[in-house]
């Protein structure tokens, strides 16, 4: 009864096609986990790729504002001159070319009809005529204040060019307007730091291109995709839409004080290149290894069917009365299927060891992340304050997690460069980078010795962007190491220091924040080290001594 049992679900095959559908039975389950836990990589990369797209698109927004508050500046400094208000236009205009002589911008002077009273694209006592761009002037004169128009062709230049203007009440002059070619502000829309193929854009308040760069680039004065633009209302974001842009997304953000904004766009396959790269290997492998694995399947299975018809034909001369030898020989052929077997399952067995090797691994480095995860949030969260401020505590303390991994990823976590390691973390503040001097003599550091000091320097270089030295032009930090041994120490030391200067007055905190927890009890504790942080008057003095052993990768 239990045999007939058993063969209503097993049919009568050979025992090649069972161990072959054995083989495709162990190697489909262990294919489909991996390919789920690719496909939730894939997730957190596009959320990665969205807020990164966010933040290159306000990167861009701020270049091109300081060059708009620029502009605005000199045209508050050029209000103020006398000759103005004497109406000497002829002494206003030369003094003025001569300035400006160095950069690619014009100034005009026009009256309340939009006369222009000069221009210095002309040499002055030239026949000039009205502004070419009137709407503007109106909507400044009406506004009241300094104003950034639309692109448009310039009747002087005969170019595409955009202004920013000035009201002004000032003798005859009513307005005074700096001019620029759309071409020269089309140098500073950089796609430099954009994943490759991707463009940059600058649009003005009635959707048309002022200046862009990269693959798709834009003419000047065209409209960029109508379609898109009632949809970029927020101050900053990311847009995507299959229909518009297939396999595409778009970043924006609004000119602060402006009425333009900033846009990055390209195609998400090029950022996410490294994750369909491993979507083709997993692929392709997995193929690869399950026609190894039938083709292994095959051969055992004609081996054990030559030794059970050896066995059988044995058996058949016994039934026939024919004298054998003894059947000894039948355990040794035995064996023999068990030792091609053992041969047969070798490399698959091989496989399946380093697959579940990658698994616990990344299992293993998930599990240490999401924990240094929660744990950075519920000590965030203690410090009380608003949503928004969580969030950009949260957001801000995991971009410097994603940059220690994104380093380990490339060196496929086996370590990386100190020198590098600082490198990619101090990215995050390039206003800054002038004010930094680093020194020390360079080695490998273990992964967590990336990712735990790597959190101890983001904090450091974050407490003084907002509070210390780098907060203000002429602070200034050294950051620096340096190996020594000891009476007190037997085995090689490291030293490390975060020195302030030049910043505003150091007083110790009252309470202790997230911040403070990370450079002083964590570090400490990553690296069986001793911490000191000193609030002199001068600026913070953070000191980390530890063996080099807890740090260096061997």
């Known amino acids: 009864?239990?045999?007939?049992?058993?063969?209503?679900?097993?049919?009568?095959?050979?025992?090649?096609?069972?161990?072959?559908?054995?083989?495709?039975?162990?190697?489909?389950?262990?294919?489909?986990?991996?390919?789920?836990?690719?496909?939730?990589?894939?997730?957190?990369?596009?959320?990665?790729?969205?807020?990164?797209?966010?933040?290159?698109?306000?990167?861009?927004?701020?270049?091109?504002?300081?060059?708009?508050?620029?502009?605005?500046?000199?045209?508050?400094?050029?209000?103020?001159?006398?000759?103005?208000?004497?109406?000497?236009?002829?002494?206003?205009?030369?003094?003025?070319?001569?300035?400006?002589?160095?950069?690619?911008l014009y100034v005009i002077a026009v009256d309340k009809t939009g006369q222009q009273l000069l221009n210095t694209r002309r040499d002055f006592g030239a026949p000039l005529g009205k502004t070419a761009n009137m709407p503007s002037l109106q909507s400044v004169m009406t506004s009241g204040r300094i104003e950034a128009s639309d692109v448009f062709q310039g009747t002087t230049s005969g170019e595409w060019v955009y202004n920013v203007t000035i009201p002004l009440d000032v003798g005859q002059v009513a307005a005074l307007i700096i001019t620029q070619n759309a071409r020269d502000l089309a140098k500073q829309v950089t796609t430099e730091g954009l994943p490759n193929g991707w463009s940059a854009a600058i649009i003005d308040q009635s959707g048309h291109v002022v200046a862009s760069s990269g693959p798709t680039t834009i003419n000047f004065g065209e409209a960029f995709y109508p379609e898109i633009m009632p949809s970029l209302i927020a101050s900053s974001g990311v847009y995507e839409n299959k229909s518009v842009l297939p396999k595409a997304m778009l970043g924006y953000a609004q000119i602060p004080g402006w009425s333009w904004k900033a846009v990055v766009w390209g195609p998400v396959a090029t950022a996410q290149s490294s994750i369909l790269t491993t979507w083709r290997f997993l692929i392709i492998g997995g193929i690869a290894l399950l026609l190894l694995a039938i083709l292994a399947a095959y051969v055992v299975a004609r081996q054990v069917r030559g030794t059970i018809r050896s066995i059988a034909d044995m058996a058949n001369r016994m039934g026939e009365g024919h004298i054998v030898a003894p059947i000894e020989t039948s355990v040794i052929e035995a064996n023999r299927v068990a030792v091609a077997l053992s041969n047969a399952s070798f490399d698959r067995s091989q496989t399946e060891d380093r697959l579940h090797f990658v698994m616990n691994e990344l299992v293993h480095r998930t599990k240490n992340l999401l924990t240094l995860a929660q744990a950075m949030m519920r000590q965030l969260a203690k410090q009380g304050g608003t949503v928004e401020e969580f969030q950009a505590a949260v957001a801000h303390r995991l971009d410097g997690l994603a940059r220690s991994i994104q380093l380990l990823t490339s060196e496929q976590w086996s370590g990386a460069s100190l020198r590098r390691m600082i490198g990619i973390h101090l990215e995050a503040f390039p206003e800054a980078a002038e004010q930094i001097e680093i020194t020390g003599r360079d080695f490998v550091l273990t992964p967590d010795a990336v990712q735990n000091l790597g959190l101890a320097l983001h904090e450091l270089a974050t407490n003084s962007i907002k509070y210390g030295a780098l907060s203000v032009p002429q602070g200034r930090v050294r950051f620096a190491w340096e190996d020594f041994v000891d009476e007190e120490h037997t085995e090689p030391m490291l030293r490390f220091t975060w020195e302030e200067q030049n910043?505003?007055?150091?007083?110790?905190?009252?309470?202790?924040?997230?911040?403070?927890?990370?450079?002083?009890?964590?570090?400490?504790?990553?690296?069986?080290?001793?911490?000191?942080?000193?609030?002199?008057?001068?600026?913070l003095f953070w000191t980390l001594i530890c063996p080099r052993r807890t740090l260096e990768r061997v």
């Open 1 to 104: 009864m239990p045999m007939k049992r058993s063969l209503r679900f097993f049919p009568k095959a050979s025992i090649g096609t069972y161990l072959i559908a054995m083989a495709v039975a162990t190697a489909l389950p262990i294919f489909a986990l991996v390919a789920l836990l690719l496909a939730q990589l894939e997730d957190n990369q596009r959320s990665i790729l969205k807020r990164e797209t966010a933040q290159d698109a306000t990167a861009l927004a701020r270049s091109i504002d300081r060059q708009l508050q620029d502009m605005a500046t000199t045209l508050r400094l050029l209000s103020t001159s006398p000759e103005l208000e004497s109406n000497d236009f002829a002494a206003f205009h030369a003094r003025t070319e001569t300035a400006l002589r160095a950069n690619t």
């Open 503 to 539: 910043g505003p007055p150091v007083e110790t905190p009252q309470r202790s924040g997230f911040g403070t927890t990370v450079i002083r009890n964590h570090a400490a504790a990553a690296f069986s080290g001793v911490v000191e942080v000193d609030f002199r008057p001068e600026g």
